[in-house]
T-cell receptor, first 113, second 115 residues
Framework: SQKIEQNSEALNIQEGKTATLTCNYTNYSPAYLQWYRQDPGRGPVFLLL?????KEKRKERLKVTFDTTLKQSLFHITASQPADSATYLCALRGRNQGGKLIFGQGTELSVKP | DTAVSQTPKYLVTQMGNDKSIKCEQN?????MYWYKQDSKKFLKIMFS???????INETVPNRFSPKSPDKAHLNLHINSLELGDSAVYFC??????????????FGPGTRLTVL
C-alpha cells in the first residue's frame, strides 16, 4: 500500500545548527514533492517544491533533496533559529491525480536558543 | 486581504446534529479542497472541486457533502455528526495546472468538537 513516513518523534536542536528532516515514501511515483510548515492553530504554509527530475532545491536557508531511487526527500534548515520551530509536512503529488496531495504526518521541530 | 478564509473557527456541537463549514478564497484559483486533520496530525484530502465540479472524492461517509456555489466558495455540510468527526478541517485552494510551484493555500482551519 502507498505510504509516506516522516519522523514522528520531535526533533530538538540548538540554535545555529542545521536541522534535517526526513520524508520516505513507498509505492508512489510522485511527479513532485512539496514541503509545508504548520504552526499551532494555523493551516500549513508552502515552503518548497522539488520535481522528480530535480536532485536539489534551495531557498534562502532551506534546502530540499529528492532521491527517487531511495524514495526519500531530505529537508534542511541551516543556521536554525527559534522562529523555525514548527511542524514540517512533506506532501507528494502523483501523476494524473487531479492535484491530489498526500501528506506525511509531519515532524515537529524545536530550536532552542 | 485574507487569502483563504473559513467560518467558523471553532464549532462545538452534539452528536447527531447537522452543521456546515464555509470557505472562501480571493486568490482567483480554480480549485478548492477540503482536508481533515486528526489528533495525530495526519492531513487527509476529502474532496476537491475544480471550477465547481467535483474532481476528488475520497472514501468519506455520505454524511459529508461538499457544495461549491462558485469558484471562490466551497462549503462542507455534515449530517448526523459522530464523535469520530471531531478534528480540524482545513480548506485550501490552488491553481490546478498553473503556477511555478502548484502550491496549495490553506485556510486557518475549523476545529470541530462533537460531544
Amino acid at each position: 500500500s502507498q505510504k509516506i513516513e516522516q519522523n514522528s518523534e520531535a526533533l530538538n536542536i540548538q540554535e545555529g545548527k542545521t536541522a534535517t528532516l526526513t520524508c520516505n515514501y513507498t509505492n508512489y511515483s510522485p511527479a513532485y514533492l512539496q514541503w509545508y510548515r504548520q504552526d499551532p492553530g494555523r493551516g500549513p504554509v508552502f515552503l518548497l517544491l522539488i520535481r522528480e527530475n530535480e536532485k536539489e532545491k534551495r531557498k534562502e536557508r532551506l534546502k530540499v533533496t529528492f532521491d527517487t531511487t531511495l524514495k526519500q526527500s531530505l529537508f534542511h534548515i541551516t543556521a536554525s533559529q527559534p522562529a523555525d520551530s514548527a511542524t514540517y509536512l512533506c506532501a507528494l503529488r502523483g501523476r494524473n491525480q487531479g492535484g491530489k496531495l498526500i501528506f506525511g504526518q509531519g515532524t515537529e521541530l524545536s530550536v532552542k536558543p | 486581504d485574507t487569502a483563504v478564509s473559513q467560518t467558523p473557527k471553532y464549532l462545538v456541537t452534539q452528536m447527531g446534529n447537522d452543521k456546515s463549514i464555509k470557505c472562501e478564497q480571493n486568490l482567483g484559483h480554480d480549485t478548492m479542497y477540503w482536508y481533515k486533520q486528526d489528533s495525530k496530525k495526519f492531513l487527509k484530502i476529502m474532496f476537491s472541486y475544480n471550477n465547481k465540479e467535483l474532481i476528488i472524492n475520497e472514501t468519506v461517509p455520505n454524511r459529508f457533502s461538499p457544495k461549491s456555489p462558485d469558484k471562490a466558495h466551497l462549503n462542507l455540510h455534515i449530517n448526523s455528526l459522530e464523535l469520530g468527526d471531531s478534528a480540524v478541517y482545513f480548506c485550501a485552494s490552488s491553481q490546478l495546472n498553473g503556477g511555478l510551484n502548484n502550491e496549495q493555500f490553506f485556510g486557518p482551519g475549523t476545529r470541530l468538537t462533537v460531544l
